[in-house]
């Protein structure tokens, strides 16, 4: 990709973004996401059905008179997008590969966290780390995430959770949110998950096309795994074949799903071709309903 092409993706991924936030999201990913913490904010005397836990015991001491530490919550975030460029994203049939629908989720929490004056980083992955850049604010920090995202070919094809969910363990110290966005074609990571969960505020966006789910009759032809290169000769018209094909799809995706329920997640799922904006808004205001009560 020359410098012309890369210019031109990036601000069609900008677009992209500023049509989606001409909408209610902006406010509700302010409203959805917590800050990292709690910051001091002042002293006032105790009143009843006060945290006793709270009394500031220096200021009592010196007054007589019970005080109490009032909190404010943090509002700054840090954004980490954990992203998936293994081999299996380079697929679409929808006239979208679900890589290109990943890069605008991408963008587009890269753009809302800039615009609330959070710190975004970016984890690119496939079976190890592609590219890790640093949490920083600023729209020129977002353009060097979007040309990351672009521009990177990755060293790896297969897709290896267990890995980028243990470097994202060691190396995040900050509680963040971590918006983990890939089609989760893996097994045996659901350990590394939970513990990850536990420290962060993980976000899980699953991606597909519809022809994972349902393949077209096409006749005989050879299938090539994206990831190990292998190619299978099938028979696409054959009942058996398209029977296999939809029952594979559904074990792995409902096993996906079981997961991030059982680990409490709040997960979104995606499918090329489509809009995302009316995921994303009821995903948001479902947060920052959950919040707020």
Same mark, same amino acid.
């Given at each position: 990709?020359?410098?012309?092409?890369?210019? =031109?993706?990036?601000?069609?991924?900008?677009?992209?973004?500023?049509?989606?936030?001409?909408?209610?999201?902006? &406010?509700?990913?302010?409203?959805?996401? %917590?800050?990292?913490? /709690?910051?001091?904010?002042?002293? =006032?005397?105790?009143?009843?059905?006060?945290?006793?836990?709270?009394?500031?015991? $220096?200021?009592?001491?010196?007054?007589n008179e019970p005080y109490i530490k009032v *909190?404010?919550?943090?509002?700054? /975030?840090?954004?980490?997008?954990?992203?998936?460029?293994?081999?299996?994203?380079? *697929?679409?049939? @929808? &006239?979208?590969? %679900?890589?290109?629908?990943?890069?605008?989720?991408?963008? /587009? $929490?890269?753009? +809302?966290?800039?615009?609330?004056?959070?710190?975004?980083?970016?984890?690119? *992955?496939?079976? !190890?780390?592609?590219?890790?850049?640093?949490?920083?604010?600023?729209?020129?920090?977002?353009? =060097?995430?979007?040309?990351?995202?672009?521009?990177?070919?990755?060293? #790896?094809?297969?897709? !290896?959770?267990?890995?980028?969910?243990?470097?994202?363990?060691?190396?995040?110290? %900050?509680?963040?949110?971590?918006?983990?966005?890939?089609? $989760?074609?893996?097994? #045996?990571?659901?350990?590394?998950?939970?513990?990850?969960?536990?420290?962060?505020? +993980?976000?899980?966006?699953?991606?597909?096309?519809?022809?994972?789910?349902?393949?077209?009759? +096409? &006749?005989?032809?050879?299938?090539?795994?994206?990831?190990?290169?292998?190619?299978?000769?099938?028979?696409?018209?054959?009942?058996? *074949?398209?029977?296999?094909?939809?029952? @594979?799809?559904?074990?792995?995706?409902?096993?996906?799903?079981?997961?991030?329920? %059982?680990l409490k997640l709040d997960y979104l799922e995606?499918?090329? #071709?489509?809009?995302?904006?009316?995921?994303?808004?009821?995903?948001?205001?479902?947060?920052?309903?959950?919040?707020?009560?």
């Open positions: 990709m020359n410098a012309t092409e890369l210019h =031109r993706d990036i601000k069609r991924l900008e677009l992209f973004v500023k049509k989606l936030m001409r909408g209610h999201i902006t &406010g509700n990913y302010l409203s959805a996401l %917590k800050g990292s913490g /709690l910051l001091f904010d002042e002293v =006032r005397q105790y009143q009843p059905g006060d945290d006793v836990r709270k009394i500031d015991w $220096f200021i009592t001491a010196r007054t *909190f404010k919550e943090e509002r700054e /975030l840090q954004i980490w997008l954990a992203v998936d460029c293994s081999a299996s994203v380079d *697929f679409g049939t @929808q &006239g979208q590969r %679900k890589g290109q629908l990943i890069a605008y989720l991408a963008a /587009l $929490f890269a753009f +809302l966290a800039v615009k609330n004056n959070d710190r975004v980083g970016l984890c690119l *992955f496939s079976d !190890r780390i592609e590219k890790w850049l640093p949490p920083k604010k600023g729209k020129r920090h977002v353009y =060097r995430v979007l040309q990351a995202l672009l521009e990177t070919r990755p060293i #790896g094809r297969e897709t !290896r959770l267990v890995s980028v969910l243990e470097a994202l363990q060691k190396r995040i110290k %900050k509680r963040s949110v971590i918006v983990l966005i890939s089609d $989760f074609i893996d097994q #045996g990571y659901e350990r590394n998950l939970r513990l990850l969960s536990q420290k962060h505020d +993980l976000i899980p966006l699953n991606v597909h096309d519809k022809r994972e789910a349902e393949f077209s009759s +096409l &006749g005989v032809l050879a299938l090539r795994d994206p990831e190990s290169g292998q190619l299978y000769p099938v028979d696409s018209d054959a009942p058996e *074949f398209q029977a296999y094909w939809q029952a @594979q799809f559904t074990r792995q995706n409902n096993h996906t799903e079981q997961m991030f329920k %059982k995606f499918y090329t #071709g489509q809009s995302v904006l009316k995921p994303l808004t009821t995903f948001f205001k479902r947060r920052a309903l959950h919040r707020n009560h």
